[in-house]
């Protein structure tokens, strides 16, 4: 392995695989980290189906329930494709066979209700743009954005654990859009830093955050080569116009 580079993980899929297992707390924990990256995407697949924010939420609360008593995750095998595949398959199951009966309970269906901030989901839903997507092209729009939060964050950590946190947060913007020389002299005036070294530090953090984006498309799929694919997959959904003509 060439110096700087980052070893290929599957963590994403050891998740899964945990959470597919009867271990107790490890296999609670496992869930929740997969609950926690994968539920708004599908949540708001859900509504763009044509549901209601109540139903959405029922649907979504008794999907996950379902996850959770009925071991779906444990026939996901990272041998035959990338889990957000598998997941959406799942729901899409889940909603031809069991809507008249989530529908006909109270929400929870009786059950432990998950912990999820369906106010914060809603009013993150409303502010999406009407979009020209079907619902399928959104969840993958949706699961892009999830990828790019997540290795943002990580690129967040790194620089904290270095005592840069300050560093990140005025340069983070220039991890997502392009930069000129007015921004960086901007920059440089909020860090106390020269044009020059603003250049060479957002080279450094772009690096990172490359390596982070990578590591987390690893975690994601369950071969090597797929990752390229993904990459481009991801590539493609966040360039997907989503605004009405």
Not at 11 to 29: D, I, P, Y
Not at 55 to 83: C, H, I, M, S, Y
Not at 88 to 98: D, I, R, V
Not at 118 to 125: I, L, N
Request: glycine content about 6%; hydrophobic content about 40%.
């Amino acid at each position: 392995m060439a110096a700087g580079e980052t070893p290929f993980l599957t963590t994403r899929w050891s998740v899964v695989l945990q959470a597919g297992r009867n271990e107790g707390e490890k296999t609670k924990a496992a869930l929740s980290e997969l609950i926690s990256t994968y539920w708004y995407p599908l949540y708001a697949y859900v509504r763009r189906r044509g549901h209601s924010a109540d139903d959405a939420q029922d649907l979504t609360q008794a999907f996950f329930t379902r996850l959770l008593e009925k071991n779906v995750v444990g026939v996901a095998d990272p041998q035959r494709g990338r889990f957000r595949a598998f997941l959406l398959g799942s729901l899409k199951n889940f909603l031809a066979n069991e809507w008249d009966r989530v529908t006909a309970q109270k929400r929870g269906g009786g059950r432990a209700v998950l912990s999820l901030d369906f106010e914060f989901a809603d009013e993150r839903f409303k502010r999406e743009p009407v979009s020209r997507l079907t619902p399928e092209m959104e969840y993958e729009r949706n699961w892009a954005l999830a990828v790019l939060e997540r290795a943002l964050k990580r690129v967040e950590a790194i620089y904290a654990g270095r005592g840069k946190a300050r560093l990140y947060e005025v340069l983070k913007p220039a991890l997502v859009s392009p930069e000129d020389d007015t921004s960086r002299r901007t920059m440089g005036a909020q860090l106390g830093m020269t044009e020059g070294a603003v250049k060479v530090a957002l080279h450094r953090m772009r690096n990172s955050f490359r390596d982070c984006l990578r590591e987390e498309i690893a975690e994601t799929v369950g071969e090597e080569r797929d990752l390229e694919d993904e990459l481009r997959a991801l590539i493609e959904a966040l360039g997907n116009p989503s605004q009405s003509d």
